[in-house]
């Protein structure tokens, strides 16, 4: 248990369907991301949250929507998905503010994404 | 963007040690972070380094050369349950964090 908490696991979706991934931060972070994570390739980061603001989009599509109602709270809405889209998600937290570069990242166990 | 280097695979005997290597190049440095992450489950954090050297932590210990953008992993008496994926990532002068496509390493009994 590393004190965030992503929901559904799996999750099977046509690519006219919308749905929407669900992250919960129990640590008391200031920050928080969302990772895309495809077989063999590097974790991609896609959006990051800092006091509720976003402050990143590496240029991620519009089918992807962010929202964070609050600092332990990040959504991802999803909708016209493509078939290249299926891959891991991963939400993640941090506590930001430091200058040693030394915070760390508390990831979930992710949403498992197949679109069809 | 930033470049991460690690292999893709490595397989060892319960018991026996195994380096995973990594290789950067980035924009400025901050610190060099592995994760390690089951099959299923979330990466856990697992050492960090910002100064040159050896960083050790039970079984597991990273080294860090800065001039040489190179770490290792190094994981000692391997046990089955070590079986995992291990993830190199760098923090550049931006502090921007960026990950290698990590090493899948296989303990075989």
């Known amino acids: 248990e590393t004190g965030v908490t992503q929901t559904p696991r799996h999750l099977v979706m046509g690519m006219t369907n919308k749905k929407s991934l669900k992250c919960e931060q129990h640590l008391g972070h200031n920050a928080m991301y969302w990772y895309k994570q495809s077989a063999k390739k590097p974790l991609e980061l896609m959006f990051v949250y800092s006091l509720e603001e976003r402050v990143e989009n590496n240029s991620v599509p519009s089918r992807f929507s962010p929202e964070c109602p609050n600092s332990s709270h990040l959504f991802l809405h999803l909708h016209t998905l493509q078939p290249e889209d299926s891959a891991l998600y991963l939400c993640a937290s941090s506590q930001e503010g430091g200058t040693t570069g030394s915070e760390k990242l508390f990831f979930g166990s992710g949403t498992q994404l197949s679109v069809l | 963007g930033q470049n991460i280097d690690q292999p893709t695979e490595m397989t060892a005997t319960e018991g026996a040690i195994v380096q995973i290597n990594c290789t950067y190049q980035?924009?400025?440095?901050?610190?060099l972070f592995w994760y390690q992450q089951h099959a299923g489950e979330a990466p856990t954090f697992l050492s960090y380094n910002v100064l040159d050297g050896l960083e050790e932590k039970g079984r597991f210990s990273s080294f860090l050369s800065r001039s040489k953008g190179y770490s290792y992993l190094l994981l000692k008496e391997l046990q089955m349950k070590d079986s995992a994926s291990y993830l190199c990532?760098?923090?550049?002068?931006?502090?921007?964090?960026?990950f290698g496509a990590g090493t899948t390493v296989t303990v075989r009994a």
């Open positions: 980035t924009s400025g440095f901050n610190g």
């Open positions: 990532a760098v923090r550049d002068g931006d502090y921007k964090l960026s």
